[in-house]
């Protein structure tokens, strides 16, 4: 037996042999002869050996079994650490919506503390006027799989403080042998929302004004043009799509005839629009 083991041992067998209470069966880290460690398990009990007691021992080698159940500690610890250090929120759910894992991104989302939500019900994360609802959806998971399980889908969520907010959840299924049926990735999006609500109130008033307005991003491509930008330029429609370089506009103005002054310096004339559009 290992040498940190051996006073453990003797204390058994001192117990077993008084008629003592002493475990039956136990795992003990033992020395092969040459030195190497292994895993055991042994079953013990007292019998009577010619005239006296002792003690009879089975030994069975669990050197592998160790092993493995190292590395799934292992693999369970670094799933915790990128649970827990994500930047997503990470909610699993099992067979009845109760939650079960409930990350630090997720508390942070929604205001509530893992302590105070795990085993409540999922619902309690969804707006009120959702909630009857979500029972019936997760009775009849199979049937509504493909609409949910792995598709990103924008929601809206509900906060401890009643307030709701726009999220984007992807659903994954789980094998139902871990406790766990469902796991969640929420993702708060409500900048990105409120981006592409301004810049839908932003085109839509550049779109309304009659001067022409071309907006062309940093390589040079036209990506917002509005109506009087087109009608200015309805002789080379096929230069104010969006994806056009600036300066293939400017030399279907030349190749049209539509700039005078590029008449017999169509490089150079080029060239000083590139210069002062840049």
């Given at each position: 037996?290992?040498?940190?083991?051996?006073?453990?041992?003797?204390?058994?067998?001192?117990?077993?042999?008084?008629?003592?209470?002493?475990?039956t069966?136990?795992?003990?880290?033992?020395?092969?002869?040459?030195?190497?460690?292994?895993?055991?398990?042994?079953?013990?009990?007292r019998?009577?050996?010619?005239?006296?007691?002792?003690?009879?021992?089975?030994?069975?080698?669990?050197?592998?079994?160790?092993?493995?159940?190292?590395?799934?500690?292992?693999?369970?610890?670094?799933?915790?650490?990128?649970?827990?250090?994500?930047?997503?929120?990470i909610?699993?759910?099992?067979?009845?919506?109760?939650?079960?894992?409930?990350?630090?991104?997720?508390?942070?989302?929604?205001g509530?503390?893992?302590?105070?939500?795990?085993?409540?019900?999922?619902?309690?994360?969804?707006p009120?006027?959702?909630?009857?609802?979500?029972?019936?959806?997760?009775?009849?998971?199979?049937?509504?799989e493909?609409?949910?399980?792995?598709?990103?889908?924008?929601?809206?969520?509900?906060?401890?403080?009643?307030?709701?907010f726009?999220?984007?959840?992807n659903?994954?299924k789980?094998d139902?042998?871990?406790?766990?049926?469902?796991?969640?990735?929420?993702?708060?999006?409500?900048?990105?929302?409120?981006?592409?609500?301004?810049?839908?109130?932003?085109?839509?008033?550049?779109?309304?004004?009659?001067?022409?307005?071309?907006?062309?991003?940093?390589?040079?491509?036209?990506?917002?043009?509005?109506?009087?930008?087109q009608?200015?330029?309805?002789?080379?429609?096929?230069?104010?799509?969006?994806?056009?370089?600036?300066?293939?506009?400017l030399?279907?103005?030349?190749?049209?005839?539509?700039?005078?002054?590029?008449v017999?310096?169509?490089e150079?004339?080029?060239?000083?629009?590139?210069a002062?559009?840049?």
């Amino acid at each position: 037996w290992a040498p940190n083991e051996q006073d453990r041992l003797k204390g058994y067998a001192a117990t077993r042999k008084r008629g003592g209470d002493a475990p039956t069966k136990y795992e003990v880290e033992a020395r092969r002869r040459d030195g190497s460690t292994i895993w055991v398990i042994t079953t013990a009990r007292r019998i009577m050996w010619q005239g006296e007691y002792a003690t009879q021992s089975t030994v069975v080698d669990i050197t592998e079994q160790k092993k493995l159940e190292a590395k799934v500690r292992e693999s369970e610890t670094r799933l915790a650490g990128i649970i827990a250090n994500t930047g997503d929120g990470i909610i699993s759910v099992d067979q009845y919506g109760k939650i079960r894992i409930f990350n630090p991104a997720a508390e942070a989302m929604f205001g509530y503390q893992a302590d105070e939500i795990v085993g409540r019900d999922v619902a309690i994360l969804m707006p009120e006027a959702e909630r009857p609802d979500h029972k019936a959806y997760l009775d009849n998971s199979t049937m509504h799989e493909s609409r949910i399980i792995n598709q990103v889908r924008e929601l809206f969520g509900q906060r401890k403080d009643g307030s709701n907010f726009p999220i984007e959840l992807n659903v994954a299924k789980l094998d139902p042998a871990s406790g766990d049926r469902f796991v969640g990735v929420v993702r708060d999006i409500t900048e990105r929302v409120e981006a592409e609500r301004h810049q839908k109130h932003l085109a839509t008033a550049v779109e309304s004004l009659k001067h022409p307005i071309g907006i062309f991003d940093a390589d040079d491509r036209l990506v917002f043009a509005n109506r009087a930008y087109q009608e200015i330029n309805d002789l080379i429609p096929n230069a104010v799509e969006l994806g056009t370089f600036f300066e293939d506009h400017l030399r279907a103005v030349v190749e049209k005839g539509l700039a005078p002054d590029a008449v017999g310096r169509e490089e150079d004339w080029i060239a000083e629009r590139l210069a002062k559009h840049r």
